[in-house]
C-alpha cells in the first residue's frame, strides 16, 4: 500500500480503509493516532527501510558520499587492459606474415599479389 491507496492484489479496499499513515518520522502524528482511538488500533507497524522512497537523510547540511570499490575491481582492469595489448600483439604479428594485412611476409600472398597486379609472367 502506498498513500493509502491499495496497489497490489494482497491489500483489499477494506482493509486499507481502515488503515492510518503517519508522516514518515512523525512520531508526534503516531502518538496523537493512539490517543485519539486508544482501542481501535491493532497494532503499528512500522517499514525500517522503505521501498519506494529511497535514501532519506534527516535535516539538515549532510555530505553522502558514495564508494563502490568491489576488491577485484583493479585486478579486472588489469586483466583487460593486458588481454587487449596481447590481441594488438597477435593482429600486429599476423600482419607481419600476410595472414590479416596482405603480402608482407606470406610467400603464397607475395605471389597473389603479383599476379594480381598484372607483373606475373603467365
Known amino acids: 500500500m502506498t498513500l493509502g491507496v491499495p496497489d497490489s492484489a ?6 486499507a480503509a481502515q488503515t492510518r499513515i503517519a508522516p514518515y518520522g512523525s512520531i508526534d502524528a503516531v502518538e496523537r493516532y493512539l490517543t485519539a482511538q486508544p ?5 503499528v507497524i512500522v517499514e525500517p ?12 547540511r549532510h555530505r553522502v558520499v558514495f ?3 568491489p576488491e577485484g575491481f583493479w585486478t579486472g582492469i588489469a ?6 595489448a596481447a590481441l ?5 604479428r ?3 606474415k600476410g595472414g590479416l594485412g596482405g603480402p608482407a611476409g606470406d610467400p603464397p600472398a607475395q605471389e597473389r ?3 594480381h597486379s598484372g607483373r606475373a609472367k603467365v
Open 10 to 15: 494482497g491489500v483489499p479496499e477494506a482493509i
Open 39 to 43: 482501542n481501535a488500533i491493532a497494532a
Open 49 to 60: 527501510i522503505a521501498a519506494n522512497m529511497g535514501v532519506v537523510l534527516p535535516e539538515g
Open 67 to 69: 564508494s563502490y570499490r
Open 79 to 84: 586483466l583487460a587492459a593486458a588481454g587487449v
Open 88 to 92: 594488438g600483439h597477435l593482429a600486429r
Open 94 to 96: 599476423s600482419r607481419a
Open 113 to 115: 599479389a603479383r599476379i
